[in-house]
């Protein structure tokens, strides 16, 4: 490399460390900025100065004087621009429109009746377009389309196989590029929950987390060393298809007695509808619960132990500083909450269970679509810095 080229390299380098600290550490002012970065006033002026051009940040007014001239503070100008994150679940499509630090603009959710790839792309883009109509004007507009999906996921953005939808080889990344002619990034949904958690929820002080994705399956982002772990492939996390039970049901994985067949909402729903005799949607029996029927408090409780259990084992093989119970079912919390922990006390090993938290997300299902969009955020950020 040219010395030219290292110059040019070094500046990048250290405009990113500026343009982060601002992003992370706001307000402050160009001598903190220096204070923080190691950076020489001068460089951190110069740098400050071709990100406000950028419109990546900006001056709020002064601040508070330590003897001299009241310093001005700096901001990240979070309004310059917006993303999309989509989070294709079994039964329903929601998607939010955030600007760069994840506050939500806006937000649709419709019912899916039908998984053929097909009807749900066609949804999926009337779905896109509308959040692309609600975005205020800005300096660079909407910077790309985060798709989360509840299956395996390549690297190339293609959907291997959701067996929750019957999903096998859709080039997911590829036609959604075509389409909107935009930067596109699909994404598990698990791993797009942990995300989610790591950057706006529970797990932002922790290294080590799993995030578990309670939806129609069940599925699980690992978070290690502040990274997300995807294995080999990028086909890690799938818990939901656990065996816990050698001669169980038939899963749509084609395997038999998985975890999500005793833990998840669809082992809710179809247990709800056993014990009613009618069809129910979660939210019926959440509302049958918040009423006090026992019998669907049980249900909830019962579910408890199933999560409780297969979140112990998943405690005792990683030994996570935190795990996160994250999705729709979310919302059963009151009458969750006792038995799984109970349960995890009861199954995890002790050397274990001391060094764990067990939290559920104050992002409910947001925290997915949040976490995928923010895949496009990170991305353009970098791509600024050059």
């Known amino acids: 490399m040219s010395v030219t080229g290292d110059q040019r390299f070094i500046k990048q380098m250290n405009k990113q460390i500026v343009l982060q600290t601002i992003r992370k550490e706001a307000p402050l002012s160009r001598a903190q900025v220096s204070l923080t970065t190691g950076l020489n006033k001068g460089t951190v002026s110069s740098l400050v100065a071709e990100l406000i051009a950028d419109n990546l940040v900006y001056e709020v007014g002064p601040g508070e004087s330590s003897g001299g001239r009241r310093p001005v503070m700096l901001m990240f100008q979070n309004k310059a621009a917006y993303a999309i994150g989509i989070n294709i679940a079994v039964n329903y499509l929601s998607g939010v429109l955030t600007d760069l630090v994840g506050n939500v603009i806006e937000k649709v959710e419709w019912s899916l009746h039908v998984k053929e790839f097909d009807h749900v792309n066609q949804q999926m883009v009337q779905l896109i377009e509308q959040l692309m109509k609600a975005a205020p004007p800005s300096t660079y507009g909407i910077i790309g389309i985060g798709v989360a999906v509840p299956g395996i996921v390549n690297e190339e953005g293609d959907v291997l196989f959701a067996p ?35 950057v706006f929820g529970k797990g932002k002080e922790s290294e080590n987390m799993i995030f578990f994705s309670i939806g129609i399956g069940i599925g699980s982002g690992i978070i290690f060393g502040n990274s997300l772990y995807r294995g080999k492939g990028g086909y890690s996390g799938e818990v939901g298809h656990m065996s816990i039970e050698t001669n169980g049901p038939l899963c749509t994985c084609g395997n038999k007695g998985c975890w999500e067949l005793f833990a998840s909402e669809k082992a809710v729903l179809q247990q709800g509808e056993a014990l ?26 019962k579910i408890g132990v199933y999560l409780g259990t297969g979140i112990a084992n998943m405690i005792n093989a990683l030994n996570p500083e935190l795990v996160v119970v994250g999705n729709r079912m979310v919302k059963g919390r009151p009458w969750l909450e006792h038995s799984l922990k109970q349960t995890v006390a009861d199954r995890a090993l002790s050397f274990h269970a001391e060094q764990v938290s067990v939290e559920f997300s104050d992002l409910n299902e947001n925290g997915i679509s949040l976490g995928v969009s923010y895949l496009l955020i990170d991305s353009f950020l970098e791509k600024k810095h050059e």
């Open 276 to 301: 009613y005799e009618e069809v129910l949607t979660l939210d019926d029996l959440f509302e049958k619960a918040r009423k006090g029927e026992q019998t669907a408090i049980d249900l909830f409780q």
């Open 164 to 198: 929750n939808l019957n999903w096998r080889e859709i080039p997911l990344k590829k036609q959604l590029e075509e389409h909107f002619q935009l930067p596109i990034a699909v994404e598990n949904e698990a791993n797009a929950g942990a995300l989610g958690e790591k």
